[in-house]
Every structure is written in structure tokens, then in C-alpha cells.
């Protein structure tokens, strides 16, 4: 049975993935702040394991490595993530901005950090950071949303660079852009939905060979610029 791990499990994009893998015999270990409260988590139907993680908490990593053993992660999805800030230039959030950069991108390589051994000890070998086209520079033609679009460009360099790390281990590290979904962060008039994004997402992954490591791709896995 493969296995995956996700973060930002409980809602939106994060929940549909774990319906989508359950759905098809997967064994899910989804991971969210107050599993308490996921109510629609806990309804999936399917092996799915909660885990308690707030990916801003540095100490809380290693307590998760532990709690999975040996256990072998076929795919890992940093999915949690924040829209930060929707400041002006004239007066910046500085606190704000910190915590976008945060959990955006510094909690996508902590995550990767504790969980390598789990990844590279897998049959499929897949670490999957939930980026956005927003952090592309290449393709930037619109102004606003600094904090966001800065800590997704930093993600995006940050995983390009742990592919390279990892390369040796066979573990492959690859950044999809899920499209414009009708989450609470991509809002309501969005075109996707997120069993529609999940679907299209999953299947980039299960097609994933090393000629994807450290690639940027969109939800049909088309190559986005940097």
C-alpha cells in the first residue's frame, strides 16, 4: 500500500488530496493544526491517520518523524500555507511578512528535513511543495501581494535547491501550481474546485520521473518560468 503525508490537511485543496488518495487505497497521514476540529477530515473514509502540526512550531517535526517509525512516505505534499499581508509599499506589515515567509517556505524545508529518511526509504520517492505561479518572476505581469508572491518565489528556490541536495538519495523534489482554486485563500470567484485541482494534481504526480526533479509545473504539468 503507497503512502502519503500531506500538510494543511483539513480544508480546501489539502482535504480534497487526502479524499482523492484514500479514495484509491492510499494510506494518508494527514496533518493539521486541531485535528479536534477537522470534522470533515475525520469523515474521510479510508486509512487516513491524523496528526497534530502546526508547521510553524520548529520543535514539532521530530515528534512527527518519530510517531511514523520506520514507515516508508511515498509521497510527501507540503500543502499548508498562508496568503499573508495585502499591504502597501507605503507601510509594509513587517510582523506579517515574517510569518508568510514562515510557514510558506521555511516550514515546506523543515518538513523536508525531518521527513527525508521516511521519503527516501520509499518505492515512489516524490517530496511535492504547493507553490503558486503568483511566486513566478518570469510570469509576473501585475502588481500587489508582495508577501505572498516574495515567500513563494523563496519556496520555489528553496525546493529547486533541496532537489539538488537529495538528487543522490533518488529522492525527487518537485513544485506544482495547483491553478486558481475556490479555496479560502484563492476565494470564491475561482474557476477550480478542489476535488477538480486535486484530481489534476495527483495525476502530475503518479507521472513523475527524474526528469522532473526540481521542476516548476502547473496543474497539467506544464513547465512554469521562474
Known amino acids: 500500500m503507497p503512502t ?17 488518495y484514500a479514495a484509491r487505497g492510499w494510506r494518508v497521514h494527514a496533518c493539521c493544526r486541531m485535528p479536534e476540529r477537522a470534522h470533515a477530515l475525520r469523515a474521510v473514509p479510508g486509512e487516513v ?22 514507515e516508508a512516505i511515498d509521497v510527501l ?10 499591504d502597501r509599499i507605503e507601510m509594509l506589515e513587517v510582523p506579517a511578512w515574517f510569518e508568510t515567509f514562515h510557514v510558506n ?44 508572491r516574495c515567500s513563494k518565489a523563496a519556496l520555489d528556490m528553496a525546493w529547486r535547491t533541496l532537489a539538488c541536495e537529495l538528487r543522490e538519495e533518488g529522492v525527487l523534489c518537485t ?19 478542489p476535488r477538480e485541482a486535486a484530481e489534476a494534481i495527483r495525476a502530475v504526480i503518479a507521472e513523475l520521473g527524474p526528469e522532473h526533479n526540481g521542476r516548476f509545473l502547473d496543474q ?7
Open 175 to 193: 513544485l506544482l501550481h495547483p491553478g486558481w482554486v475556490r479555496t479560502a485563500l484563492g476565494g470564491e470567484g475561482a474557476p477550480l474546485e
Open 77 to 86: 505534499i507540503a500543502n499548508a500555507g498562508i496568503g499573508g499581508p495585502r
Open 105 to 148: 517556505c521555511i516550514a515546506p524545508l523543515a518538513l523536508a528535513g525531518a521527513l527525508r529518511r521516511h521519503v527516501a526509504r520509499s518505492r515512489q520517492k516524490k517530496m511535492i511543495a504547493i507553490s503558486s505561479v503568483l511566486g513566478s518572476i518570469g510570469d509576473n505581469r501585475s502588481g500587489g501581494l508582495y508577501a505572498y
Open 220 to 226: 497539467r504539468g506544464r513547465e512554469i518560468p521562474w
Open 49 to 70: 491517520i491524523l496528526h497534530r502540526l502546526d508547521v510553524r512550531d520548529r520543535t514539532a517535526y521530530p515528534p512527527l518523524a518519530d510517531r511514523l517509525g520506520e
Open 4 to 20: 502519503l503525508l500531506i500538510t494543511g490537511a483539513n480544508r480546501g485543496l489539502g482535504l480534497a488530496l487526502v479524499e482523492s
